[in-house]
């Protein structure tokens, strides 16, 4: 199994060695041919404008949507979930409108605002997950098939999955936490193999690229 990593911008390194961790390969994506052989995408966190900007640059935006569309598991940290979301607050068009939520840029302030924070995510197990909060968005919305990973002790919403798309507001990765990772990777092997430990579960839904292109006005 390969699981790609966005390489354009951001912290990329620190989900390839979590990925090394696991013992999955990390792939750096830096233009379409790099998701060729790919079960899987992370998008790290970063800019998301200067992301949006490198992603047309380089090609990836189809390239992207495609991997979705073939319900291979794509997770966003941070600004990836920026990335990943149908609906910017503000007004601000959507980049890979593949998650069905309304996000909020730095809804916790400044670099100097950033926190860490440890979260009940009953998916990943009883042990709390370690997050790391840097210039964080905040989910304010979600749709009908998206289910709540993780809130806050105020109850705001940090982390979501919509079928194959799992998205965080912070950074599992810089707090040793491979739980995210391992989820990401179960996906893709499942993607991979449907019949293996699969059970009765329903194959992750595959969604239209039309239906999002028509959602970005491309």
């Not at 951001?10 to 961790?21: M, N, P, V």
């Not at 966003?76 to 996000?103: H, K």
């Not at 709540?148 to 194959?164: E, S």
């Amino acid at each position: 199994m390969k699981i790609g990593v966005l390489a354009l911008q951001g912290a990329f390194r620190e989900h390839l060695d979590t990925l090394r961790a696991i013992g999955v390969e990390g792939v750096r994506v830096r233009e379409p041919a790099d998701l060729a052989d790919g079960s899987g995408l992370i998008l790290p966190g970063g800019e998301s404008t200067t992301m949006r900007q490198l992603i047309e640059r380089w090609g990836l935006h189809e390239p992207i949507l495609d991997l979705a569309d073939a319900g291979k598991p794509i997770f966003g940290t941070c600004a990836g979930m920026i990335v990943l979301a149908v609906e910017i607050a503000g007004g601000e068009p959507p980049i890979l409108p593949l998650l069905d939520v309304t996000v909020e840029r730095n809804a916790f302030g400044r670099q100097l605002d950033s926190f860490e924070a440890e979260l009940d995510v009953p998916i990943l197990g009883r042990t709390p997950v370690h997050g790391v909060f840097i210039r964080a968005p905040i989910i304010e919305r979600t749709g009908p098939d998206v289910d709540i990973l993780a809130r806050l002790d105020d109850g705001r919403i940090v982390a979501v999955r919509q079928r194959n798309i799992v998205a965080t507001a912070f950074h599992p990765e810089l707090a040793g936490e491979t739980r995210f990772h391992r989820l990401v990777a179960t996906m893709a092997a499942e993607h991979d193999d449907p019949g293996e430990g699969s059970g009765r579960r329903p194959h992750p839904t595959r969604r239209a690229a039309s239906a999002r292109r028509e959602r970005s006005g491309s």
